[in-house]
């Protein structure tokens, strides 16, 4: 089984010299510590930043720049500011080569839910909308199962959807999956984890072909 | 031609009750603090506040709403806020969630004078409920509406009498694009300089838009997550 | 009758302190010579300036700062640079207070037709369209007749339609002009032109009521 | 991550006849020169230029339709050119005018991935023709589509070795909008620095819009109407 750490190491190899990227709140967000070294990367920060850095120097906080989960960051050389419209004009455009971010489900089709559990306190769907109706290639970083033990990958999401087909990639703490016109096809397993273990947890439909990888770190 | 109000009070002297009030900030930063200082001081009541956030329990929006002055919230994220969730699940407070880039074009529409737009976000989700869904080659999208308000009270870093406006940093946010929105828009400014000294080529938000402006005092610019690396 | 300068003149007593106006090219460019003293217009120049000044002094020209009519001009303090987008932004959402712009034919519903004459040169509506279609209030600055004495003051455009019922006040060499639901309603009349002579030259419906004042300079 | 290409014929050299390309400018304002000289010497044909002008007959785009490279111009406003009208009037050139306001939104809205909006700006006239009329709040409005473009090609006062790019004056027109609307995006700068050399918060145009971009030479910058005062 992956850490939180290893799932969001194993997403830094879907990186590639000059892309943009957004990433979520919690798991996506430690990707940006595993950016290969050599590799240029720019992160957007929704609420209005490109070239997004890391935390400042005790004492440097400056409140006028944070990231879109309100902390205090710095910003790179090369980097800007803009406004929401704009922030979200590139997101919407394309221009935005990938997106990580966390969900409380995914259906096989794609489809994502991660803004509302009704009866309890609604937060808001914040920019996650956007960024799931827009972006060109999506990877979720979650764990497999709820915290029941209930798998989060499903035929059908039952909480409230927060975009249709959009899921590109799943990595969990068991395994990366493609999304595909056939179901969750499992790519690489975590280490120690086996196919039939990773079928047992997985209430959508699986597509496994020949042999399946053990990803090592 | 005077545009350079005295301060928040007099410059928000004329919001009434019932009102529709856009305010820029995103979570706590770049906040219009004198303006919700003085609507709290003034108490006006049944606003419908447009404002990506609703502030925490004791700063911001969330001061506005603790004093039940906010009849209804318009917000992509209301975060924690005790006061908040007491008063959406009593009944007490109307909220309408829509996502954050379809809530920022929105501004941004009404200052540019384009009625309605269509956009991606929220297709096939109850955001959708209602709304016209229209293909565009092959891809669903919703339409959606400019924003209309009464006011729209922002924040800025430098301002100048013009009504012109530079903002600093990710403290810009929703401020110029409800900049753009507003039917009156009084913006309140860290330094407030004579015409002519802020250059033309940088300037974020053109003073056509801004009808009030006055200098601000006391920020106190809190930081809601604090977070910070060590030197090596 | 007025010379051009009268009919700028005349146009300039709509002015008020504050407002921010477009002038579009010919007589309309000549009401900047006429803001009353102490009283502060400042004019937008829709390919992305607010603050428009004077032409520059011989040997300032600078080639990246000119106007809609691609003169060379200056900027004044307090003035603003921005996209064309912004430009027409500010134009449709009503910021812009007064339009002035010249016109081949005006209706008396407030049609006006200004950018096409079929079979000759077609060079474009440039911003007419935007500014007509808009503008919270035009004034439209013009000969009362064309070259062969024919009213420009018609019952219905016979031209290419720029806007639709969106021409308030007209100031032509003869006189003053309001639209109204009965037609051209004359307010003013030029030095020493007669009711009788507006009327013979006016296609369109002509509403006068009681004594017209003549105007003065 | 590389951007920076070492001139025009480099950062040029995928464009193909047929097709669409967006020129930054107004007038001869802010155009491109060294891109338009390149395409030029390249002499790629069938192509549809989306451009608030046409040039003068022998600067900007005028030298591309003097060498026939041109197929359909999309323009608000084509000015004096004798070629042009030569061409229009043979049949060789097609035209489609459309309001200024409209070209430059067109061109925005593709940069914020809006597909479609509604403008009043050519309601009940020929613009009008085949497009859907809606009403909003009493008044009508056009549906227009954001625009498609294989190239884009902008000129800039200053850029980075990121893409960042910052315009002069009212240079800046089209330029910042059209820099949005590429599929692939190339600017020429009056000055290329490094990354970090310009202030983040005053960059019109961020690098991620920006595919290649290249530092500029030989600039003629001509004035069409020079119009100056006399000293006092």
Known sequence: MLTKEQIAQRIARELRDGMYVNLGIGIPTLVANYVPKGMTIILQSENGMLGMGPFPYEGEEDPDLINAGKQTVTILPGGSFFDSAMSFGMIRAGKVDLTVLGAMEVADNGDIANWKIPGKMVKGMGGAMDLVASAKNIIVAMQHTDKAGNSKLLPKCTLPITGLRCVKKIVTDLGVFDVTPHGFKLLERAPGVTVEEIRAKTAGRLVVEGDVVEMSF | ?232
């Open chain 2, 1 to 232: 031609m005077n545009k350079v109000f005295k301060n928040a009070e007099e410059a928000i002297h004329d919001i009434k009750d019932g009102m529709v009030l856009m305010l820029g900030g995103f979570g706590l930063c770049g906040i219009p603090e004198n303006c919700i200082a003085a609507l709290v001081k003034k108490g006006v009541k049944n606003l419908t506040c447009i404002s990506n956030n609703a502030g925490v329990d004791d700063f911001g929006i969330g001061l506005m709403l603790k004093q039940r002055q906010v009849k209804k919230m318009i917000s992509s994220y209301v975060g924690e806020n005790a006061e908040f969730e007491r008063q959406l699940l009593s009944g007490e407070l109307e909220v309408e969630l829509i996502p954050q880039g379809t809530l920022a074009t929105r501004c941004m529409m009404a200052g540019y004078g384009i009625p309605a737009f269509y956009t991606p976000a929220g297709v096939g989700t109850e955001v959708a409920e209602g709304k016209e869904v229209r293909n565009f080659n092959g891809k669903d999208y919703l339409m959606e509406y400019a924003f209309d308000a009464d006011f729209a009270l922002v924040k800025a870093w430098k301002g100048d009498t013009m009504g012109n406006l530079i903002f600093k940093d990710t403290a810009r946010n929703f401020n110029p694009l409800m900049a753009m929105a507003g039917k009156i828009t009084v913006a309140e400014v860290e330094e407030l300089v004579p015409a002519g000294e802020l250059d033309p080529n940088q300037i974020h938000t053109p003073g056509i838009y801004v009808h009030r402006i006055f200098q601000g005092i006391n920020y106190e610019k809190r930081i809601e997550q604090r977070t910070v690396r060590k030197r090596d």
